[in-house]
């Protein structure tokens, strides 16, 4: 930003916001953006930031109530308007692009419609096919005159995504709030996505406030970033700053815990737990997950102090700690290649969806091998057939053609037609946490199953056996009697993990294992993953999109494209000197930190 | 309190609760406690409330208060085996089809397409009158009635629920299907179902009174709530308690066991909210 000064376009002072039940959500948090400024607004679940940009549009979730303070945009209060005169503002001075494209836009409603819709608000009899067009070009949605025309069904993530950045342009607000607009798009989606926003603003001149939980698409976007913990700003400052000489020591955990393939390194998980709304602790909301933490940390509450021009942090100790000269673990040594025969051997699998008539195989003539002890990533954007490859080898999924043999001999493609010692050995953690466990049945009887059918322990046996197994995942064995709405994603994603280790598995296939958890807590679930494969010498598959837990995790690399490897090696080698034109792409696409960072 | 009886807990649960065990005591208990034979005359016919026939007398002149009492049997009674004959038929198919992702799904799916074409009560009708009027016959004609809907229900909940890791987990484990379905698809399906189940159990009521009503059901002189509305309905103005205190009763038992079966789904739709809901403040 350059020296003159202008009027910030968003200036929060105080803001507070609270459950109506009392509980605190936001307390204290001021900030400004200046007009073209993108701000990144981050932190981990439960942190509030949503809570506050959202508080921006003047809106807040039900029974949750704006205590006090003052949000201006655009020069206006935003709080304590009525309904009429919040519908003048939203859209036309602020505007909002949500994460989950598929499920804000009107399944019933053209593209065309939608976008009239928001003209219509707020231009008196406007509205035009041109005026539609334009701001479908807007976002290179233009090329196709019958675009308008489509249903959101009938476009792709990352279409529909742009549609709704096309929405929050059309009249021209100086201001988006963008919550985790690429949260679920794959990485060349995701880029193309960043890309077409940083062209908006140096277009247009809008200001951003943009919502994460990953400070590495942040680093890539923003002019400023704020890093918001159990409701107070713990750091604001110029990007680079921020995560080049982070201030506060959760700031330097974030970004100790983001997987980059450019420098992989031993990923270290924040300890402990986030605090929640209500739980907040009388002194530092971080004190009890600090490496740092003294016992002044618990007593009074740290203020935000001016490090330098432009720099806040929220730390007693920022003035001692010298957070950017500490030791990093560096990269884990890479296992030598193991001269044993191959665990697993896929020979020519084709896999076919009877719901796809296109003839298309989803997966077709891909065979690789993996090592006992060894860690095979298989990477591909969504749609690539990587998740189906995986479902093959679990026994869900009928292969079309090929074989996939386990310890020397090919096994059947059902589940229930391999011998019960196959189905023990073979494991498979799933994508989502939240739907990988019963909800009806408590931690315990999930785990108990596998340990009664698998390995024919006797009841009294399998409850025994259950408390260890908690603890390997490290969770407390109590937490065996809660049902799994109890529990936090990242806890739901250990429990699924000691499921699949009760049956003592020598394969464990992770499907996509840590894409719906925040990045410090996919930081703690991929430390543990690898302890355990060191520890239990299991050999793993790992299916992911995501490069930089590639190099963290992973021996071999193989990159699958429309169902087809395309490239496969050493993950050093693979990532260093990409041959195949798809992993560059890949690669080039991956948001990773910038070089002074680590 | 047990979680199974936490529905309780809402105002709305309690009170439907209340009321489906006073129609149910009145229908169990009702004829030992009746002052009269029910299919005897006690008076003049249609005469007004008295000292000896507290809700007065039907168009025979029987004691209305002791019809009442003795004719709440067959009606819930009927209605809930016809119900639990359709959930047993109607929950097996949808599982099935659901579950199955093979070409057990369209063919069973087609099969309930074309028993859904059937209006309702002209199928009943049919029935009855190739059949036969008896109590197995009304029994199954108002279970084939409402399978197919059940089943429909039980499909799309199934669909669902069957691709989530749980259940693949399940299927892994290389356990049978009877195993997979019973442990990790039906607990979580039941939520939906029950919601419908209150309706389906109103709508066998008045199926079967609608039949009884016309007739073709259970015969006079047996005492029946919707008989008794049907044989006394042309003289409401002179008795109009012959007629409204069974309608009353019918109607009571509805608004009670759907007011329960929304409470109880309500219970246990606590348990499926995810922990999402905490990143209100997200």
């Given at each position: 930003?350059?020296?003159?000064?202008t009027a910030p376009?968003i200036?929060?002072d105080?803001?507070?916001?609270?459950?109506?039940?009392?509980?605190?959500?936001?307390?204290g948090v001021s900030?400004e953006?200046?007009?073209g400024?993108i701000?990144?607004l981050?932190?981990?679940?439960g942190s509030?930031?949503t809570t506050t940009?959202l508080s921006?549009?003047?809106?807040?979730?039900?029974?949750?109530v704006?205590d006090?303070?003052t949000?201006?945009?655009?020069?206006?209060?935003?709080?304590?308007?009525?309904g009429?005169?919040?519908?003048g503002?939203?859209?036309?001075t602020?505007?909002y692009?949500p994460?989950?494209?598929g499920?804000?836009?009107n399944p019933?409603m053209?593209?065309?419609?939608?976008i009239?819709d928001?003209l219509?608000?707020?231009r008196?009899g406007?509205g035009s096919?041109?005026?539609?067009?334009s701001?479908l070009e807007r976002?290179e949605?233009?090329s196709?005159?019958r675009?308008?025309h489509?249903?959101p069904?009938?476009l792709?993530?990352?279409q529909?995504?742009?549609?709704?950045i096309?929405?929050?342009?059309v009249c021209d607000?100086?201001v988006?709030?963008l919550?985790?607009?690429?949260?679920g798009?794959?990485?060349?989606?995701q880029?193309?996505?960043?890309?077409?926003?940083r062209?908006?603003?140096d277009?247009?001149?809008?200001?951003?406030?943009?919502?994460t939980?990953?400070?590495?698409?942040?680093?890539?976007?923003a002019?400023r970033?704020?890093?918001?913990?159990a409701?107070?700003i713990?750091e604001n400052g110029p990007?680079?700053?921020v995560?080049e000489?982070?201030?506060h020591?959760?700031?330097?955990?974030?970004?100790e815990?983001?997987p980059?393939?450019?420098?992989p390194?031993?990923?270290?998980g924040?300890g402990g737990v986030?605090?929640?709304?209500?739980?907040?602790?009388d002194?530092c909301a971080f004190?009890p997950?600090?490496?740092?933490?003294q016992l002044?940390?618990?007593?009074?509450?740290p203020?935000l102090?001016?490090?330098?021009p432009?720099?806040?942090?929220?730390c007693?100790?920022w003035?001692e700690?010298?957070?950017?000269?500490r030791d990093?673990?560096?990269?884990?040594?890479?296992?030598?290649?193991a001269a044993?025969?191959?665990?697993?051997?896929v020979?020519g699998?084709?896999?076919?969806?009877?719901?796809?008539?296109?003839?298309?195989?989803?997966?077709?003539?891909?065979?690789?091998?993996?090592?006992?002890g060894?860690?095979v990533?298989?990477?591909?954007e969504s749609g690539?057939?990587?998740?189906t490859?995986?479902?093959?080898i679990?026994?869900l999924?009928?292969?079309?053609?090929?074989?996939?043999a386990?310890?020397g001999a090919?096994?059947?493609?059902?589940?229930r037609q391999?011998?019960?010692?196959v189905r023990r050995?073979?494991?498979i953690?799933?994508?989502?946490?939240?739907?990988?466990?019963?909800?009806r049945?408590?931690?315990r009887?999930s785990?108990?199953?596998?340990?009664?059918i698998?390995r024919?322990l006797?009841?009294?046996?399998?409850?025994r056996?259950?408390?260890?197994?908690?603890?390997?995942?490290?969770?407390?064995a109590?937490l065996?009697?809660?049902f799994?709405?109890?529990?936090s994603?990242?806890?739901r994603q250990?429990?699924?993990?000691a499921r699949?280790?009760?049956?003592?598995?020598?394969l464990?296939i992770?499907?996509?294992v840590?894409?719906?958890?925040?990045v410090s807590?996919q930081a703690?679930?991929?430390e543990l993953l690898?302890e355990?494969?060191r520890?239990?010498?299991?050999?793993?598959?790992?299916i992911?999109?995501?490069l930089?837990?590639v190099?963290c995790?992973?021996?071999?690399?193989l990159?699958?494209?429309?169902?087809?490897?395309?490239?496969?090696?050493a993950?050093?080698?693979?990532?260093?000197s990409?041959?195949?034109?798809?992993?560059?792409?890949?690669?080039a696409?991956?948001p990773?930190?910038?070089?002074?960072?680590? | 309190?047990?979680?199974?009886?936490r529905?309780?807990?809402?105002?709305s649960?309690?009170?439907?609760f209340?009321?489906v065990v006073?129609?149910?005591?009145v229908?169990?208990?009702?004829p030992y406690?009746a002052?009269?034979?029910p299919?005897a005359p006690?008076?003049?016919?249609l005469?007004?409330?008295s000292g000896?026939?507290?809700?007065?007398?039907?168009?025979?002149g029987?004691?209305?208060?002791?019809?009442?009492?003795?004719?709440g049997?067959s009606?819930i009674?009927f209605?809930?085996?016809?119900t639990?004959?359709a959930?047993?038929?109607?929950m097996?198919i949808g599982?099935?089809?659901?579950?199955?992702r093979?070409?057990?799904d369209?063919?069973?799916?087609?099969?309930v397409?074309v028993?859904l074409?059937?209006p309702?009560?002209?199928?009943?009708?049919?029935?009855?009158?190739?059949?036969?009027?008896s109590?197995?016959?009304?029994?199954?004609g108002?279970a084939?009635?409402?399978?197919?809907?059940?089943?429909?229900?039980?499909?799309?909940?199934?669909?669902e629920v069957?691709t989530r890791g749980y259940?693949e987990?399940?299927?892994?484990?290389g356990?049978?299907?009877?195993?997979v379905?019973?442990?990790?698809?039906?607990p979580?399906?039941?939520?939906p179902?029950l919601v419908?189940?209150?309706?389906?159990?109103?709508?066998?009521?008045l199926?079967?009174?609608?039949?009884?009503?016309?007739?073709?059901?259970l015969?006079p002189?047996?005492?029946?709530?919707a008989?008794?509305i049907?044989?006394?309905?042309?003289?409401i103005?002179l008795n109009?308690?012959?007629?409204?205190v069974?309608a009353?009763?019918?109607?009571l038992?509805?608004?009670?066991i759907?007011?329960?079966g929304?409470a109880?789904?309500r219970?246990?739709g606590r348990?499926?909210?995810p922990?999402t809901t905490r990143s209100?403040?997200?």
């Amino acid at each position: 930003m350059s020296a003159v000064q202008t009027a910030p376009v968003i200036r929060v002072d105080d803001l507070s916001i609270r459950l109506q039940t009392g509980e605190p959500v936001v307390a204290g948090v001021s900030f400004e953006v200046l007009p073209g400024e993108i701000v990144g607004l981050v932190g981990e679940s439960g942190s509030g930031k949503t809570t506050t940009a959202l508080s921006l549009l003047g809106y807040t979730r039900p029974g949750v109530v704006i205590d006090g303070g003052t949000v201006e945009v655009g020069g206006e209060s935003v709080i304590d308007r009525d309904g009429r005169a919040l519908r003048g503002l939203r859209g036309k001075t602020v505007s909002y692009v949500p994460q989950d494209p598929g499920g804000a836009l009107n399944p019933s409603m053209r593209i065309g419609g939608a976008i009239m819709d928001v003209l219509r608000a707020h231009r008196a009899g406007a509205g035009s096919d041109e005026s539609i067009r334009s701001a479908l070009e807007r976002v290179e949605l233009g090329s196709d005159p019958r675009f308008a025309h489509r249903y959101p069904h009938q476009l792709s993530g990352g279409q529909q995504q742009r549609v709704t950045i096309a929405m929050a342009c059309v009249c021209d607000p100086p201001v988006a709030v963008l919550d985790e607009p690429t949260t679920g798009l794959d990485v060349l989606t995701q880029d193309r996505i960043l890309a077409e926003l940083r062209r908006l603003r140096d277009e247009d001149g809008m200001a951003m406030v943009y919502v994460t939980h990953d400070l590495a698409v942040v680093a890539q976007m923003a002019d400023r970033i704020i890093v918001m913990y159990a409701g107070r700003i713990v750091e604001n400052g110029p990007a680079a700053e921020v995560i080049e000489r982070p201030r506060h020591p959760y700031t330097r955990a974030l970004v100790e815990a983001i997987p980059d393939f450019r420098h992989p390194r031993a990923l270290r998980g924040i300890g402990g737990v986030s605090v929640g709304v209500g739980d907040w602790p009388d002194g530092c909301a971080f004190a009890p997950r600090c490496q740092h933490q003294q016992l002044r940390c618990h007593e009074a509450l740290p203020v935000l102090e001016e490090t330098v021009p432009g720099h806040h942090v929220r730390c007693m100790r920022w003035m001692e700690l010298d957070l950017h000269d500490r030791d990093l673990p560096v990269g884990r040594a890479s296992r030598a290649a193991a001269a044993a025969p191959p665990l697993l051997a896929v020979s020519g699998l084709e896999a076919r969806y009877r719901s796809n008539r296109s003839g298309h195989p989803a997966v077709a003539a891909v065979s690789f091998t993996v090592e006992p002890g060894r860690c095979v990533a298989l990477v591909g954007e969504s749609g690539s057939g990587k998740t189906t490859i995986g479902r093959c080898i679990a026994g869900l999924h009928v292969p079309a053609a090929g074989t996939i043999a386990f310890d020397g001999a090919a096994v059947a493609g059902h589940a229930r037609q391999r011998p019960l010692e196959v189905r023990r050995r073979i494991q498979i953690v799933f994508q989502n946490p939240f739907e990988s466990l019963n909800p009806r049945q408590r931690v315990r009887s999930s785990i108990v199953r596998p340990l009664r059918i698998l390995r024919r322990l006797s009841r009294a046996e399998a409850e025994r056996e259950v408390g260890e197994l908690l603890e390997r995942v490290q969770l407390p064995a109590r937490l065996g009697d809660r049902f799994p709405v109890e529990l936090s994603g990242g806890e739901r994603q250990r429990v699924a993990i000691a499921r699949a280790l009760a049956a003592q598995p020598d394969l464990l296939i992770c499907d996509e294992v840590t894409s719906a958890l925040d990045v410090s807590v996919q930081a703690a679930v991929l430390e543990l993953l690898q302890e355990l494969q060191r520890e239990l010498h299991l050999s793993m598959l790992f299916i992911t999109h995501n490069l930089g837990v590639v190099a963290c995790v992973a021996d071999t690399v193989l990159v699958l494209d429309q169902g087809r490897l395309c490239e496969t090696g050493a993950v050093g080698d693979v990532l260093a000197s990409p041959s195949h034109d798809y992993t560059r792409r890949l690669l080039a696409a991956a948001p990773c930190l910038p070089d002074g960072a680590v | 309190m047990r979680a199974r009886f936490r529905f309780l807990h809402s105002r709305s649960g309690a009170i439907g609760f209340g009321i489906v065990v006073f129609v149910l005591l009145v229908a169990i208990l009702g004829p030992y406690f009746a002052p009269h034979d029910p299919r005897a005359p006690v008076g003049l016919p249609l005469s007004g409330p008295s000292g000896k026939a507290p809700l007065g007398t039907d168009f025979l002149g029987r004691d209305v208060l002791s019809r009442l009492l003795y004719g709440g049997r067959s009606v819930i009674g009927f209605a809930a085996a016809a119900t639990v004959l359709a959930y047993a038929v109607g929950m097996s198919i949808g599982l099935a089809a659901g579950y199955s992702r093979s070409l057990i799904d369209p063919a069973l799916m087609r099969t309930v397409d074309v028993m859904l074409a059937f209006p309702p009560l002209l199928f009943l009708l049919v029935l009855i009158a190739g059949a036969g009027t008896s109590i197995a016959v009304l029994v199954i004609g108002v279970a084939a009635i409402q399978a197919p809907g059940i089943s429909r229900i039980v499909r799309t909940a199934t669909l669902e629920v069957s691709t989530r890791g749980y259940v693949e987990a399940g299927i892994a484990r290389g356990e049978r299907a009877f195993a997979v379905i019973g442990r990790e698809v039906l607990p979580n399906i039941l939520a939906p179902v029950l919601v419908d189940a209150g309706l389906r159990f109103t709508y066998s009521i008045l199926i079967i009174a609608s039949v009884n009503f016309l007739g073709l059901g259970l015969q006079p002189p047996n005492s029946d709530w919707a008989l008794m509305i049907s044989e006394n309905r042309t003289y409401i103005q002179l008795n109009p308690w012959a007629v409204l205190v069974p309608a009353a009763m019918i109607g009571l038992l509805t608004i009670g066991i759907n007011l329960t079966g929304d409470a109880i789904a309500r219970s246990l739709g606590r348990s499926y909210v995810p922990r999402t809901t905490r990143s209100v403040v997200g």
